[in-house]
C-alpha cells in the first residue's frame, strides 16, 4: 500500500471513530450492528484495513451520516 493510500485510509478512519464516539457507540455495538468483526472495524478505525465501499457505506449508515459526508470531514 502506498503512502498516499495509507494516508487517506487513516484520515477516513479518524473521521468514523470521531463520529462513533459522538453518537457514544462502542466499537463493538458498531461491530456487532454492521456484522463485522470488532477488530475488523478497529483496523479500519486506525486506517489499517481497507475497505469496500459497500462496508463503508454500512458503517456510515450506522453512524448516520453518509459516505460523501465522511469524506467531507476528511483533513486535507
Known amino acids: 500500500m502506498n503512502?498516499?493510500?495509507?494516508n487517506n485510509l487513516v484520515k477516513i478512519?479518524?473521521?468514523l471513530k470521531s463520529r462513533r464516539k459522538e453518537l457514544k457507540i462502542s466499537q463493538e455495538k458498531l461491530a456487532n450492528t454492521i456484522g463485522i468483526d470488532r477488530k475488523h472495524l478497529s483496523a479500519m478505525e486506525n486506517g489499517r484495513q481497507n475497505m469496500t465501499i459497500s462496508t463503508l457505506c454500512k458503517v456510515a449508515d450506522a453512524l448516520d451520516i453518509t459516505i460523501f459526508e465522511v469524506f467531507a470531514r476528511v483533513e486535507k
Not at 503512502?3 to 495509507?6: D, M, P, S, T
Open 13 to 15: 478512519g479518524e473521521v
Open 3 to 6: 503512502e498516499e493510500v495509507r
